[in-house]
């Protein structure tokens, strides 16, 4: 069993930055690939970012790219997502996902290969 719990979350301006972090529990958290993904008000989750188990590769939405940077810390069992550049269209709850089983070191944006979500964490961003 592996409880991940996200914290960060805000109001922030459009142009501003917010950054949220990821605790994980589990002994193994290194071999985790470590992902991202938000869902706003009636519309489908979707992959923001992730960041694999070694050699730490990571893969961003297009819609992100350029923006987000996510990275982990595997000595304090953490991954975080930095959101610079704010935008009032990434305004959603934000989930943190663990991919327990990865063989891969190339990280996967499908949400349904992930084995443990997050509560999430609510981001909003005005204009």
């Known amino acids: 069993q592996v409880q991940l719990v996200e914290s960060g979350g805000g109001l922030v301006q459009a142009g501003g930055s917010l950054r949220l972090s990821c605790a994980a529990s589990g002994r193994t958290f290194s071999r985790y690939t470590m992902g991202w993904f938000r869902q706003a008000p009636g519309k489908e989750r979707e992959f923001v970012a992730t960041?694999?188990?070694?050699?730490?590769?990571?893969r961003y939405a297009d819609s992100v790219k350029g923006r987000f940077t996510i990275s982990r810390d595997n000595a304090k069992n953490t991954v975080d997502l930095q959101m610079n550049s704010l935008k009032p269209e990434d305004t959603a709850v934000y989930y943190c996902?663990?991919?327990?089983?990865?063989?891969?070191?190339?990280?996967?944006?499908?949400?349904?290969?992930?084995?443990?979500w997050g509560q999430g964490t609510q981001v909003t961003v005005s204009s």
């Open positions: 960041i694999s188990w070694s050699p730490s590769n990571t």
């Open positions: 996902a663990a991919d327990i089983n990865s063989s891969s070191p190339w990280p996967s944006a499908i949400g349904q290969v992930y084995d443990y």
